[in-house]
């Protein structure tokens, strides 16, 4: 990359760092959907002044006029402010939102605040459930069922809560500001950074894996839209209104929390509790009582002036949290390996084939512990040829890694060392030429016509210094070790290894490293 580029994306990603996210709660958050018994023993900060049973909302309308989306269109705040306290939000004092640009806010806490401090509560009459809209949109309209059903039969049965959401803005967008939930729509970002709003260019500055991961996203969102043209209860126009569509579909995807239990259960947008940030380290979580009341608490004490950050994913999948949510977190102590051409068989999962362990350190340029197995199973051992005197050395392996046989699995990678060094190196070499020819594609081009080209750039550059660190650790060991010569001990038959490349397989969801 040009040194005039990178200073370029340099102030350019000041704008999308992760201390001023514009994205509140992750869909992949941790929480749980009933308080804990220690949760409801604490005597809060925070008392809920009525019951989730009675509740009363502000349902006069807001008189604002069209909700304006476009991507320059500002956030309108203070309304919304009002609009929570009108209908029964609580905030402990102290908690307030912060914002550097009129963008993206977050919340923060000006006073110290111990360590199991209720410092929100949201009334479940204002929360959005996935599974409250899908009974009172299906009673709506039997077509809402019928796109549902859509859903399932092309394989996205476990977005459906989702849709519910999505379906729910769109309804609630053309009531312009007679809809109760207006001041709530007009605090929503517009200008989005992550998969579903990239152009096709940015697909092809995309390194492999998050390339694919975006795609997953894209699809969501094709999705969507296809099954959407059979509900009737949204325009024709605004179901051809992409920029329309984007904005619902991000809004749901950034901001709504699903239940911690898994794929497909209830989903909910939440007033307020929606403006926590991403953090590696986190403050506070929130989970919802057996009314369906929202609550945040803070899990570790937290001194005054500081952000209240919740868990949006994997801190060490941060291609996941571009791909979802459109920004780069600098403090991910690691990154994925990057390695896509092995299949994701049960043998290979049992060996430590996931994400968020086969990883790269992005400080030290260390490779865990996982990856070393992996390769050294999947593909060293893999080509192994067998003989008599020493046996399946690849069951041997797998065998040792079962039962925590540490010593024979010590000695069988010790055998192989050589070996599965080279391939990691082999893989980190090609993966380092990928990057360079991506940095190519973006040679010249403004950031004003593409902006989601900075942070595009800025994820490469993370994981292309993780990746340097490796080769320049990698390249060392290969050179104490001499070649291949040193590698391969007497009594695992490493001297048998046939060496060469191992062909490349094309990525599919097959292999796909998903939560």
Same mark, same amino acid.
């Given at each position: 990359?040009?040194?005039?580029?990178?200073?370029?994306?340099?102030?350019?990603?000041?704008?999308?760092?992760?201390?001023?996210?514009?994205?509140?709660?992750?869909?992949?958050?941790?929480?749980?959907?009933?308080?804990?018994?220690?949760?409801?023993?604490?005597?809060?900060?925070?008392?809920?002044?009525?019951?989730?049973?009675?509740?009363?909302?502000?349902m006069e309308s807001?008189?604002?006029?069209?909700?304006?989306?476009?991507?320059?269109?500002?956030?309108?705040?203070?309304?919304?402010?009002?609009?929570?306290?009108?209908?029964?939000?609580?905030?402990?004092?102290?908690?307030?939102?912060?914002?550097?640009?009129?963008?993206?806010?977050?919340?923060?806490?000006?006073?110290?605040?111990?360590?199991?401090?209720?410092?929100?509560?949201?009334?479940?009459?204002?929360?959005?459930?996935?599974?409250?809209?899908?009974?009172?949109?299906?009673?709506?309209?039997?077509?809402?069922?019928?796109?549902?059903?859509?859903?399932?039969?092309?394989?996205?049965?476990?977005?459906?809560?989702?849709?519910?959401?999505?379906?729910?803005?769109?309804?609630?967008?053309?009531?312009?500001?007679?809809?109760?939930?207006?001041?709530?729509?007009?605090?929503?970002?517009?200008?989005?950074?992550?998969?579903?709003?990239?152009?096709?260019?940015c697909y092809e500055?995309?390194?492999?894996?998050?390339?694919?991961?975006?795609?997953?996203?894209?699809?969501?969102?094709?999705?969507?839209?296809?099954?959407?043209?059979?509900?009737?209860?949204?325009?024709?126009?605004?179901?051809?209104?992409?920029?329309?569509? /984007?904005?619902?579909? $991000?809004?749901? @995807?950034?901001?709504?929390?699903? *239940?911690?239990?898994? !794929?497909?259960? =209830?989903?909910?947008?939440?007033?307020?509790?929606?403006?926590?940030?991403?953090?590696?380290?986190?403050?506070?979580?929130?989970?919802?009582?057996?009314?369906?009341?929202?609550?945040?608490?803070?899990?570790?004490?937290?001194?005054?002036?500081?952000?209240?950050?919740?868990?949006?994913?994997?801190?060490?999948?941060?291609?996941?949290?571009?791909?979802?949510?459109?920004?780069?977190?600098?403090?991910?102590?690691?990154?994925?390996?990057?390695?896509?051409?092995?299949?994701?068989?049960?043998?290979?999962?049992?060996?430590?084939?996931?994400?968020?362990?086969?990883?790269?350190?992005?400080?030290?340029?260390?490779?865990?512990?996982?990856?070393?197995?992996?390769?050294?199973?999947? /593909?060293?051992?893999? $080509?192994?040829? @067998?003989?008599?005197?020493?046996? *399946?050395?690849?069951? !041997?392996?797998? =065998?040792?890694?079962?039962?925590?046989?540490?010593?024979?699995?010590?000695?069988?990678?010790?055998?192989?060392?050589?070996?599965?060094?080279?391939?990691?190196?082999?893989?980190?070499?090609?993966?380092?030429?990928?990057?360079?020819?991506?940095?190519?594609?973006?040679?010249?081009?403004?950031?004003?016509?593409?902006?989601?080209?900075?942070?595009?750039?800025?994820?490469?550059?993370?994981?292309?210094?993780?990746?340097?660190?490796?080769?320049?650790?990698?390249?060392?060991?290969?050179?104490?070790?001499?070649?291949?010569?040193?590698?391969?001990g007497d009594q695992?038959?490493?001297?048998?290894?046939?060496?060469?490349?191992?062909?490349?397989?094309?990525?599919?969801?097959?292999?796909?490293?998903?939560?």
């Amino acid at each position: 990359m040009s040194s005039t580029l990178v200073a370029q994306a340099s102030a350019a990603i000041a704008l999308f760092s992760t201390q001023t996210i514009a994205f509140a709660p992750s869909h992949t958050s941790l929480f749980s959907r009933h308080a804990s018994p220690q949760q409801q023993q604490q005597q809060h900060e925070i008392t809920p002044q009525s019951s989730s049973s009675t509740t009363s909302l502000n349902m006069e309308s807001c008189g604002f006029g069209k909700l304006d989306i476009d991507e320059n269109a500002p956030r309108s705040l203070p309304p919304f402010e009002s609009w929570c306290a009108e209908n029964g939000v609580q905030k402990m004092d102290g908690v307030e939102l912060y914002s550097e640009d009129g963008m993206d806010y977050q919340a923060v806490t000006t006073v110290d605040i111990p360590a199991g401090s209720t410092v929100m509560y949201i009334p479940a009459e204002l929360c959005l459930h996935s599974s409250s809209l899908e009974q009172e949109l299906c009673a709506m309209s039997p077509t809402v069922q019928q796109a549902a059903d859509t859903l399932t039969k092309i394989g996205s049965g476990n977005s459906i809560p989702d849709f519910y959401i999505f379906l729910k803005l769109l309804i609630e967008y053309e009531k312009e500001d007679q809809s109760f939930y207006f001041p709530y729509l007009d605090s929503f970002p517009r200008l989005y950074f992550n998969a579903a709003s990239m152009t096709d260019f940015c697909y092809e500055c995309l390194p492999p894996l998050v390339f694919s991961l975006s795609r997953m996203e894209r699809v969501k969102l094709e999705n969507f839209q296809q099954v959407l043209q059979k509900v009737d209860l949204v325009s024709a126009f605004n179901k051809q209104n992409m920029p329309l569509l /984007k904005w619902a579909f $991000n809004a749901v @995807y950034t901001r709504a929390y699903a *239940d911690k239990e898994g !794929q497909g259960s =209830d989903i909910t947008l939440t007033p307020m509790a929606d403006m926590f940030n991403h953090g590696t380290d986190t403050e506070v979580e929130v989970y919802f009582d057996e009314g369906g009341n929202g609550m945040a608490y803070t899990t570790v004490d937290v001194p005054a002036n500081s952000p209240l950050r919740i868990s949006y994913g994997c801190p060490t999948n941060p291609s996941f949290l571009f791909a979802r949510y459109g920004f780069m977190d600098d403090t991910s102590p690691a990154t994925f390996c990057k390695m896509m051409d092995i299949p994701k068989t049960p043998e290979n999962v049992d060996m430590g084939m996931d994400f968020s362990k086969m990883l790269f350190y992005h400080d030290t340029g260390d490779i865990s512990q996982e990856v070393m197995d992996v390769v050294l199973y999947a /593909k060293v051992l893999a $080509n192994i040829k @067998y003989s008599p005197e020493v046996g *399946d050395v690849k069951q !041997q392996f797998y =065998d040792a890694h079962m039962q925590g046989d540490e010593a024979t699995k010590a000695a069988i990678h010790e055998a192989y060392r050589f070996e599965t060094i080279s391939a990691i190196k082999r893989h980190v070499d090609t993966f380092m030429e990928q990057l360079i020819a991506l940095e190519g594609k973006s040679e010249g081009k403004s950031f004003e016509e593409h902006p989601r080209l900075p942070v595009i750039l800025h994820h490469n550059q993370f994981v292309k210094e993780t990746f340097s660190k490796v080769k320049q650790n990698l390249d060392g060991a290969v050179a104490e070790m001499g070649g291949p010569a040193n590698g391969g001990g007497d009594q695992w038959g490493g001297d048998e290894w046939n060496g060469g490349e191992w062909p490349a397989e094309e990525y599919n969801q097959e292999y796909a490293y998903m939560e």
